[in-house]
């Protein structure tokens, strides 16, 4: 059995680092190493002796191996993302590194001597940074100015959140400083969500604020963390500028728009009123004219005079007789003429005449007459 060190060189560039190299040295480490998606890193196998066979097995179960002679030879399947390099006393593999590849890597090496195998397991987490943000619940958020505008004693929820990364974000929230050391930010638990089928997280966290008139040009900030065992690979702060306005000058305007408002409600309410009093005016007018045109439809013309052609009794009403004989006219229907006129049909018209009008009204006289009863042309009774 001989001493096995495995060595990870990985390029480790962050926002902070742009272009530090990361080396770790690992002898049955237990700590996991962290290389960001999208670096390049170099993991080593060293021993004392020269080794014969060696092999890496990663997370995705793909194997890469060789047996060294002279030189090494690779002898398992070929990869176009990754590299084996070897030595005499090393054994390494190079890759650019992507999501797939986190987890636990294992490195396996014989020597050519007494052929003892020997395992040494790495920790591969691969960084990813987080889609970052704020959101504010209520209130006039003016995020290109980075201004926060609120009213005095009205409280709102402002969210922070990390998607899609890892490792998990942590928050950090700085409040307004006030001199009765008042709590002005209430913060809530962070809520975590787990992808399935990967490492990646997505997490966030709300803080209530409750704005106070001595908060005015103040900043709120939440400064958001990917950190694991202690380094910080990501970070980013947002910070917003306070404006608060007080509640009295806000109840003022308030009141002024409430009465603009109501002035113009009631002048279309009236409007809409006197609108409808005419349509109601003119409906009842119509309805009025047509009872009348109707009445008048249904009742026939009593002063209607008789025709010298038609061969029916005489009817005439009373006031028409007396104002004939008053004016000293003599009737038509005591002529000659007519009286000649009216008889001159067979007795039958004047019984069917009759039979119909057995009933005559009441302000009516319906005279009938035989030749007997012919009447002078020249009187008036």
Known sequence: M????????????TRNELSAVRTVLVRNQTEPVLVVEGRTVRMSCRTEKQWFFCLWYSPRQDKQCAIQYNQPERICSKSNRTKLIGGQDRCDVEFEVAREDHGKWMCLVNDNEEFNAVKNFVSLHIGVEAGM????HRGDLMS?????????????????YANNGYPRANFIWLAPIRKNLSASLQIFESLLKQNNSSHITSSSQIARYRPEISDQNKTISCTIKQ????????????????????????????????QKVSFILGVIVGVIFILLFCVLISVFTMKQRKHKTE??????????????????????????LSRDCENGETPRWASQKYNESLFSSPPTNIEKFLSAYASPPSDRIVYSYLPSDIVSPTSCH
Request: aromatic share 6%.
């Open 144 to 160: 290109r100015e980075g201004i926060l505008r609120l009213v005095e004693g009205e409280s709102v929820d402002i969210k922070c």
């Open 133 to 136: 943000g704020i959101n504010v």
């Open 295 to 320: 009445r008048k439809q249904e009742s026939p013309d009593q002063d209607f005079m008789l025709d010298t052609d038609q061969s029916t009794p005489l009817v005439i009403k009373r006031e028409t």
């Open 227 to 258: 950190e694991e065992n202690g380094r910080t690979h990501f970070t980013r702060t947002f910070v917003f500028r306070l404006e608060i306005q007080k509640r009295s000058a806000l109840a003022a305007s308030d009141g002024l728009l409430g």
């Open 2 to 13: 001989f001493p096995l060190l495995l060595l990870v060189l990985a390029n480790m560039l």
